[in-house]
């Protein structure tokens, strides 16, 4: 092959490789986040859009969250786990208890005065997972389970005493409430947050179970005047547990270095700031409780706060029940629960 020939192909070939398209060397991926909760909420603005946040700047970029809060892109709370299991979105943030049964063992942490604060449950949820709840998670990348304050009781008419509850129509987020409600006497109904207000405008309900964090998202400070909580050790009833999921397809999809990303912001390496995020929101949703003059704070006394927390065996024994039908061992798993709790409260 003479010089010219060889300069024409070398030519030739330098102007294929300029040309030719480079491959990137980032893949860009978009991922979408379906809650039912309304954009001015706290957890939204404290928890979901600040994680989605830091994965992006954690990705350089290469991970874009797009976050559809109040069920934007379509269905009803309780379809939030369908609709990340198959793949219709992304990632959710739901209650656990919207989709009743679903998760049975996930409920042993809403059962009443089992929960302490946001921390330790969450901390104790990340132990429980590991050892109890493979099966009910498998169809799910779990991000993180963890638990709110807990739970007080938000109603337009006083309660002093277990008798005051008795006959009151309050709303609850879960079963697992609507059980503790009807333990106590009260006309129990399990509906998600979005109807609490209407029902409340119409006297559908009195009052309603709810943590003091998301409260100012539908203004119970201007529908409610009384908030109340029981007598030491435990002044909650109970909580929820929220579920922040992944769907399998969409982890698995995903380079090994942007599954890192993820990886980093989810479990045990975001579960302690994620509690102190909530004891945080907690504080500031009672300041706005406090913003009407008319609202009263009281406290239940410790004789009748005893009652009432005596009047919650059928709730547990509805449970272990429901845990026998399943073939679980409740009494151990409730064990392990406490003693997880109890772990992560003592090294506060």
């Not at 039912?36 to 994965?55: D, Q, R």
């Not at 998670?137 to 389970?145: A, R, T």
């Not at 008419?157 to 009807?182: C, F, H, Q, Y």
Request: net charge positive.
């Amino acid at each position: 092959m003479n010089r010219t020939v060889m300069a024409v192909l070398t030519g030739a070939f330098a102007w294929v490789f300029a040309v030719a398209p480079v491959p990137a060397a980032a893949q860009e991926v978009t991922l979408r986040m379906h809650t039912f909760m309304a954009p001015i909420a706290n957890p939204v603005k404290t928890f979901l859009i600040p994680w989605a946040e830091k994965v992006g700047k954690d990705s350089k970029g290469r991970i874009k969250v797009d976050l559809y809060p109040a069920m934007q892109l379509g269905g009803k709370p309780p379809q939030l786990l369908d609709q990340v299991r198959d793949g219709v979105v992304d990632i959710v943030w739901v209650v656990a208890g919207f989709a009743p049964g679903r998760m049975p063992k996930v409920e042993i942490f809403e059962l009443p005065f089992l929960h302490r604060n946001a921390v330790s449950t969450t901390l104790a949820l990340q132990d429980f997972q590991d050892k109890w709840l493979q099966d009910e998670l498998k169809d799910y990348h779990v991000l993180l389970m963890h638990a709110h304050g807990g739970f007080l009781f938000m109603t337009k008419k006083p309660i002093n005493k277990l008798s005051d509850i008795k006959g009151m129509k309050l709303r609850a987020a879960s079963r697992t409430g609507v059980w503790t409600l009807e333990a106590l006497g009260a006309a129990a109904i399990g509906v998600d947050l979005n109807e609490l207000p209407t029902m409340l405008n119409k006297g559908t309900v009195a009052g309603s179970m709810l943590p003091y964090e998301i409260a100012p998202s539908i203004k119970m400070q201007e529908m409610v005047e009384y908030f109340t909580v029981l007598s030491p050790p435990q002044p909650r009833v109970s909580s929820v547990v929220f579920a922040f999921l992944m769907n399998k397809n969409s982890y698995a999809k995903l380079p090994p270095d942007l599954k890192k990303v993820i990886d980093a912001n989810s479990g045990r390496n975001i579960a302690k700031a994620t509690g102190e995020n909530w004891e945080d929101i907690e504080v500031k949703g009672e300041a706005v409780m406090h913003t009407r003059s008319k609202n009263k704070f009281e406290t239940i006394n410790p004789e009748e706060s005893a009652k009432i927390r005596a009047a919650m065996k059928p709730v547990y024994d509805r449970f272990l029940g429901e845990m026998k039908g399943l073939g679980v061992d409740g009494e151990r798993m409730l064990a392990d629960a406490r003693a997880m709790i109890e772990k992560y409260s003592t090294k506060r």
